[in-house]
Structure formats: structure tokens, C-alpha cells
């Protein structure tokens, strides 16, 4: 490579396109069949194992990711050209080396080294599985460095078989009918593979005498990323003389080869493979395109392209931190938007006419700013759904259960801070489902059942927020074993509890009805952590189940914690926010639809339904509010699955507010979830509904 290119500053780049080949790979290896796999989803894994190989090839510095992809690739090579029956404790190696892969990335990533056992370990069990295939026993340990490499033949690293050369000759590689374009790119390939001696293009041929200890298979593979197959031959053949009596033409075309990897991240179309990582995608119509991994198609258009070059379309990497201070920027926006418009309230709207019409304008403007840029912080449910494949499978044979994983809406987004913290909660709700939900395939086979359940996962759009089901088939709740459970544990319940009370005892902390202590779940810690991590994100979770036919767990969360939709409502000389998302509707109570049931406690009767009526001002012992129910105004709000009255003293207005950390910046306050700054630079307190929903039952903010 040139002294003019420093391959670090594509190093990001390069990680974050392994990890996406690499989730690919996972998924793509989870839907094989080993009695018939699909020829295209065997390339695309392939495909995806050569890129990774490819860019830390280039980089040179990757050495355990390179060396493990292409082991890895080898014995894919193998299977999808036939030559190799799948089994399923191959596809469960491949998966081993994924996760193997990822931590490899991810070791790279922050300028570590990976786990040199973890190397070693899975480079032998590949090694081994190209062993068995020839139908050798020995078991052949990897080697650390190069030096070390054992002299019992490696298929997948060792010189080339004596079938397929005979010799200590290099191997020509012999290109029929090539174009121009592709030239460049079979060039960057081979100086990949080895060491590039001699090449020559004449007649419309291209040919390159590469010294190498890959296979003549493994660069027909190659080739045929850039080339089809009946255009490569690939035989030991000695260099042409003039070739052979020039040494100094060795280093001269390595360098050709160097300067083709560097031209194709310059100037990006047509990308080798190998380069894809690094260079953007071919423009709509150039050839060979299909041949690349659905990554480096999708890769970043004009990414690395020079300044001036023209690019329709495509996208960009930003930092999630470059997002996050244009997110502040505009919460600070909004916040002088607002100011803006308490103060023209003052102004005489016919002197002042264009004034206010620019006020108004500024704030549509501002509304369609922040919903351009929260767009830009969102992500699919997909990254979350795609990880649950591999639990369900490998779980579920672990416990020796059938089980069919189902996902809906994922292409359902929801803001990035919430998607990566959902994903443990999540994760806990599934492996519950797992243990305790699915009955053993005999048993449901017994009750009538299809001996394999079906748990489905979920995500749809509501309103401003995002509902994630949990759904299996299963056994659903124990209702008789979760009451014997609660009684005993002191919980104030009944034979006639509803089933809804009493399903919400299951995430009261060290609840748990399991029987013996797995490592999957029932060690009674888990459920109440998973309802208040969904309760921190503003969100509420719902469980649902009938005895026989299984149990749905519902996540409702707001589709960001950035900037809300809120109504402000005065109490005494204070304001307060609730967030619009909770509020169902407005009224004065009448003193007819009040009911005193205790001292303390009150209900107010709104068409048929009794609910808890809850005094703000009490909560937090605001001075000079009204005291009189039937002259304050009743806020209908709901909570998880129960409403509830909350009494104010006035409806101020509904309005967009930037949600401030209250306990980052000041501490926590209970029942306070966040606060905000008004129009007129006053601090508003955004209210807790799910601490006034348990203050309705206890009496007091929990």
C-alpha cells in the first residue's frame, strides 16, 4: 500500500460492517436445513465469512479474524459446492465461530487482543472438521503464530494437495473474456491470496502466477466473486522466462495490485468483495453486483468518495454522539420557540401581525425539525428481534422442547436509547416463556396440542407509542400455585382476586413459583427488575394468560424520552406536566359523582366506573390549592391497565417539552419522573404516572 493511505481511519468503518455480515451470518445459519440447505443462503454466509476474511486481510493488522474467517469459509466452500454433507452439529460449530468472530471484533474494536484460547480452540475444532472430511482421526491444535503451525497437513492453511500440483511451481490463475472494469478488482483479490509474481493481460486474458498456500479451489472461489466460473482455470505453471529473470518485477506488480485495492476506496465502484467493507457500492446497473454480500450493497454511498463527486443517493455514518448534541440542540430550540411564544402573547396582533405569523411559522418549523431529526435516532425492532432465534433454539434444545419463534412488525422503529435497554427486559420475558411456559412435547401432545409451540414476538405502532408482545402457547399462569405463593408470602389476596391483580404479584420482588432453580430462569429475581426497567423508560408492561391456552406479556413504551408531548396543569402557585400519552380525558366532577369511601380515600363515578380519585396537591403538599373536589378539575389518566382521577387546580394547555434529567442534575424526587423548562424560563415537573398509579392504591407515592 502506498505511504499516502492510512487504512486506521476506515478501522470503524470495518467493525461496524463485520458485525452487521456477522448478525447476518447467524441468521441465515439458524434458517438452514442440513437435510436440504438453500444453495443461495450457503453462498450468502460464504460470502459473508470471504468479506470479513477480505477486509482484515487488507488492513493487515487482524490476524486471529482473518486466519479464523478463513478456516471458517473453507469448510462453507466445501458444503456449497457439495463436496461436504451439512450436519447440524456443523451449523452449531459455524455459530460457535460466529459468536467467536464477534468477540474478535469487538476485541479489535477497543485495541485489544482477542482470547488467544477461544482462537485456538475453535481454529482446532474447524481444523478438525476439515480432518474428519479426508478421514483423518488426529486432532490438530492451532497454532498461535505461523511459527508454530503443526506439520500434519491443514487442509485449510497448508500447501496445496499434491493431487492438484504436483509441484513446487506457483499457481496461474487464467482469466478468459475479462473486461476492463474487473481487472483492477481480480488483481486487489489475488494480492489477498498471496503473493502476486508475474501478471500479464493480453488478447481480452488476464493472467497473474500468485504464490500462495491457498487451494486452486479456493481462488476459483475467489475469482468467481468478480468473474463467472467458466472464465477461470487455475494449474501450476512455471513463470515466463522474462518474468522469471526480472526479481524486480515481483515487487513492481504487488504494487500494481496494492494500487488497484487503494483505487477502488478512492474511486469505489466496482468493489472487489474483499474490499467492500471499504470501497461504496457499484451504481444501479453495473455488473457483478449480485455476486456481493447484501452489506457491501447497502454499503455507505459516497462514504469515501473524493470531494465533488457526485452521489444521488446513499447514506452516511454519523456518530451517535454527533446525534445526540443536534438532539440537544433542538430540545434548546423548542425550549426558545416556547419562550418566543408566552412572550408575544403580550402583543397586539394587528400592529404586530407579521411578527406573530413568524412565531407560528418557527413553530411548525421547529415541530418538523424535531420529528426530522428524532427520525434520524431511530431503529428497527429487527435489532432486537434477530438475537432471539439463537436463544430460542438453543434453549429450547437444551430443555429438550420444541419450540417455533415467530416475529412481527419488525421493521417497527423505536429511538435507540430505548432499543438497546429494552433488550435485556426482553430477553428475560422470552427465557421465562421458555422455562416455564412451553409444556415438554409429549405433554401438549397429550392435551391435543401441536407438539411444537409458538412463541411470538411482536411490535406495532400506537398512537405515540410502541406496544412489544410476548405471546407463547404454552401452559399459561398457575393461577391455584401463584395464590397458594402470594398467601403465604403475606400478600393481602383471596379466592376472589381477579386473575389481572393477581397476575401483577408475579413481578413483586423475589416472586417466583418455579419449583427447582434453573439456569435459564426461576431464581424469584428477574420480573420486578424487568417492570421497573420498563417503568424508567416511560413505558408499562401488561400480563395476560388463560390456564391451557399460554400467556401474552405487553411492553408499552414511548417512542422516545427526548422531547414529549405534554399537557401542563396548575396546582396553586405551581406547574406541573403530565405526559399527554397517559391523559384520556378532562371534567369537573360534580359533587354527586363523588364518593367518600374512607377518611383518606375518594372515588369518582364517571359513566359506570368507579375510579381512585388522587389530590396532586396532596402527593407533593402544595400550599394553596383548591381543596374542594367539586370545584377542581378532574384528569382522567391511565396507568399500565388501571385509571385513575388526578385533581388539579387549572388546565394550562397542551404543548411539545424537552424532557431534563431531574436526578443527573438536581436528585431523584418521588413521583417526579423528569422536568422541563417553560416558556417563561421556569422549571415544570414532569409527573410520574405510574408513582401516582401505586400512590391510588397504597396512599402514598411508592
Known amino acids: 500500500m502506498s505511504a499516502g493511505v492510512d487504512l486506521s481511519e476506515f478501522f470503524d468503518t470495518f467493525f461496524d460492517e463485520a458485525d452487521e455480515l456477522l448478525a447476518e451470518m447467524e441468521q441465515l445459519l439458524l434458517g438452514l436445513d442440513p437435510s436440504a440447505p438453500d444453495v443461495d443462503e450457503l453462498n450468502a454466509i460464504f460470502r459473508a465469512a470471504h468479506s470479513i476474511k477480505g477486509g482484515a486481510a487488507t488492513f493487515g493488522c487482524f490476524e486471529e479474524l482473518a486466519k479464523t474467517t478463513h478456516l471458517l469459509e473453507n469448510q462453507l466452500d466445501l458444503i456449497r459446492h457439495g463436496e461436504m454433507p451439512l450436519r447440524q452439529d456443523m451449523i452449531d460449530l459455524f455459530l460457535e465461530t460466529k459468536d467467536v468472530l464477534t468477540e474478535q471484533v469487538a476485541a479489535y474494536r477497543e485495541s485489544g487482543k482477542p482470547d488467544q484460547d477461544a482462537y485456538e480452540r475453535i481454529c482446532a475444532q474447524l481444523r478438525q472438521l476439515a480432518l474428519e472430511q479426508q478421514g483423518e482421526a488426529a486432532t490438530i491444535q492451532a ?116 494500487h488497484a485495492i487503494e483505487t477502488a476506496l478512492d474511486a469505489g465502484p466496482p468493489a472487489s468483495p474483499a474490499a467492500a467493507t471499504l470501497a461504496e457500492p457499484a451504481p444501479a446497473g453495473a455488473a457483478d453486483d449480485a455476486s456481493e454480500p447484501p452489506a457491501a450493497r447497502d454499503d455507505k454511498a459516497g462514504r469515501l468518495g473524493k470531494a465533488g463527486k457526485p452521489k444521488e443517493t446513499g447514506t452516511i455514518r454519523v456518530g451517535v454522539e454527533k446525534v445526540d448534541q443536534i438532539i440537544n440542540l433542538v430540545g434548546e430550540l423548542v425550549i426558545t420557540q416556547a419562550m418566543l411564544v408566552q412572550t408575544s402573547q403580550s402583543l397586539d396582533p394587528v400592529l404586530h401581525d407579521r411578527l406573530l405569523n413568524g412565531i407560528e411559522q418557527l413553530e411548525r418549523n421547529a415541530r418538523d425539525l424535531q420529528e426530522a431529526v428524532m427520525s434520524i435516532r431511530m431503529m428497527p425492532m429487527d435489532y432486537v428481534f434477530s438475537r432471539f432465534p439463537r436463544v430460542v433454539r438453543e434453549n429450547a434444545t437444551r430443555m429438550g422442547k420444541r419450540i417455533r419463534l415467530v416475529t412481527k412488525g419488525q421493521a417497527t422503529e423505536l429511538d435507540k436509547s430505548l432499543i438497546e435497554r429494552i433488550i435485556d427486559p426482553l430477553t428475560h420475558l422470552v427465557r421465562n416463556s421458555l422455562d416455564h411456559g412451553f409444556e415438554m412435547p409429549e405433554v401438549r401432545q397429550a392435551q391435543g396440542k401441536d407438539p411444537e409451540g409458538t412463541l411470538i414476538l411482536s411490535a406495532q405502532h400506537n398512537g405515540g407509542q410502541i406496544v412489544i408482545d410476548v405471546i407463547d402457547d404454552g401452559a399459561g399462569l398457575d393461577r391455584a400455585r401463584i395464590l397458594k405463593k402470594a398467601i403465604t408470602q403475606g400478600f393481602p389476596v383471596s379466592e376472589s382476586t381477579p386473575d389481572e391483580e393477581l397476575w401483577q404479584l408475579i413481578f413483586a420482588p423475589g416472586f417466583s413459583t418455579a419449583e427447582k432453580v434453573t439456569d435459564i430462569s426461576g431464581r424469584g429475581v428477574g420480573m420486578d427488575v424487568v417492570r421497573r426497567n420498563i417503568q424508567g423508560m416511560g413505558g408499562h408492561v401488561q400480563l395476560s394468560s388463560r390456564a391451557g391456552e399460554g400467556t401474552t406479556t405487553r411492553i408499552v413504551l414511548p417512542l422516545t424520552l427526548a422531547i414529549l408531548d405534554g399537557m401542563s396543569v396548575r396546582v396553586g402557585a405551581e406547574t406541573f406536566i403530565l405526559p399527554l400519552s397517559h391523559v384520556t380525558e378532562s371534567m369537573q366532577a360534580t359533587a354527586d359523582q363523588i364518593h367518600n369511601i374512607s377518611d383518606t380515600e375518594r372515588m369518582l363515578h364517571v359513566r359506570g366506573e368507579y375510579l381512585p380519585v388522587v389530590a396532586l396537591h396532596e402527593v407533593f403538599g402544595v400550599e394553596g390549592a383548591e381543596a374542594n373536589l367539586t370545584r377542581a378539575i378532574a384528569v382522567i389518566l391511565q396507568a399500565e391497565d388501571v385509571r385513575f382521577a388526578l385533581m388539579v387546580d387549572h388546565l394550562i394547555g397542551q404543548h411539545q417539552v424537552v424532557v431534563k434529567n431531574l436526578e443527573a442534575n438536581y436528585r431523584k424526587v418521588p413521583g417526579i419522573s423528569a422536568a422541563t423548562i417553560l416558556g417563561d424560563g421556569s422549571v415544570a415537573l414532569i409527573v410520574d404516572v405510574f408513582a401516582l398509579r401505586r400512590a391510588s392504591a397504597l396512599r402514598a407515592v411508592a
Open 143 to 258: 497454532p498461535s503464530s505461523p511459527a508454530d503451525r503443526p506439520t500434519s497437513p491443514d487442509p485449510a492453511l497448508a500447501d496445496p494437495p499434491a493431487a492438484e500440483s504436483g509441484t513446487d511451481l506457483p499457481l496461474r490463475v487464467h482469466v478468459a473474456r475479462i473486461r476492463d472494469k474487473d481487472i483492477g478488482p481480480l488483481a486487489a483479490e489475488m494480492a489477498l491470496m498471496g503473493e502476486v509474481l508475474h501478471e500479464e493481460h493480453r488478447d481480452g486474458a488476464l493472467s497473474i502466477w500468485l504464490e500462495t498456500t491457498a487451494t486452486a479451489s479456493d481462488l476459483e472461489a475467489v475469482c468467481c466473486f468478480v468473474v463467472d466460473a467458466d472464465q477461470v482455470s487455475v494449474r501450476p505453471e512455471a513463470l515466463p522466462s522474462a518474468a522469471a529473470s526480472r526479481p524486480e518485477a515481483t515487487a513492481a506488480l504487488f504494487a500494481e495490485a496494492a
